[in-house]
């Protein structure tokens, strides 16, 4: 991408309020995911980071995040697969022996004018990657979790305002909807669970998603951002350290809303 997206703020001055915790990031190479990634490093974290099929961008954010001082163990896997969001839990567990913070952070997204464009296929694709994988995440970390433990999912601004991407949005309305129902038996447990619906991002999604005139423009003209620009991905990962650490104890079933200003 031109101009690259900039996932750490390098002004910033860590305190230590993760130190010696064991996070999982899903989608945890590239993008918002990296940011946290590097956040949380930097505040004494050590990182697993599963990613989908991006080598280098994981080989980059490992090599980035032992340049900081913590460890990163790095899972490439497709978590649409039950299996293999088990195999995933498991992992951390074998190779730190304890895990701290969940942080779902994968998504996939296809641009969709039109409804009858959205296939059978896509449809199950959107939600498996989206919504089924999240949960599956939760119920194998659940028995490793302890008290005041955090899981953190991704939504998106879309799931409140929406959008033309309807199964996209519609995912993202159902990960809003998981967080706050999971809330209540996790409370029991004395596990905290919140979300994070970000605005436009400018991350390597987009690209993917968009077109070049489109992408030159991301961000600046939505009628819902009134500050009228994308964000980068690390403006985005303070609202996950806040809700991973101790300053959010009081929080669980809410949703923080970095979105440039979108009323929701």
């Known amino acids: 991408m031109s101009p690259k997206p900039i996932t750490e703020n390098l002004d910033y ?8 915790r064991v996070v999982l990031i899903t989608g945890g190479t590239s993008g918002i995911g990296r940011a946290i990634a590097y956040l949380f ?4 974290a050590d990182i ?4 989908l099929c991006k080598d280098e961008d994981a080989i980059e954010t490992k090599a980035h995040i032992e340049s900081l ?14 299996e293999n969001c088990r195999k995933a839990i498991e992992k951390v567990i074998d190779v730190y022996h304890k ?28 939600y498996k990657t989206n919504v089924f994988s999240y949960l599956y995440l939760i119920q194998n970390a659940i028995p490793y979790l302890k008290e005041y433990s955090s899981i953190i999912n991704t939504a998106s601004v879309e799931a409140f305002v929406g959008s033309e991407n ?15 129902s999971l809330s209540i038996p996790l409370e029991k447990k004395k596990i905290r669970i919140n979300a994070v619906a970000p605005g436009p991002t400018w991350t390597n999604l987009i690209p993917s998603i968009y077109t070049n005139e489109e992408i030159e423009t991301f961000g600046t003209k939505s009628p819902y951002v009134p500050m009228k620009r994308a964000a ?23 949703i923080l809303h970095p979105n440039g200003g979108t009323i929701v």
């Open 13 to 20: 001055i860590a305190s230590g309020r993760l130190q010696n």
């Open 41 to 44: 490093a930097r505040e004494g």
């Open 48 to 51: 697993a980071a599963a990613y």
């Open 69 to 82: 001082g913590r460890k990163c163990l790095l899972i490439k896997t497709d978590l649409t697969k039950e």
């Open 99 to 126: 895990i701290d913070i969940l942080i779902n952070n994968h998504a996939i997204q296809y641009k969709s004018k039109d409804l009858l464009e959205i296939s059978t296929d896509q449809l199950e694709k959107v």
């Open 166 to 180: 309807i199964d996209y949005s519609s995912s993202k309305g159902a990960v809003v909807t998981l967080t706050k």
């Open 232 to 254: 980068q991905p690390f403006e985005i990962a303070s609202s996950y350290l806040f809700l991973a650490s101790d300053d959010s104890r009081y929080m669980t079933g809410q």
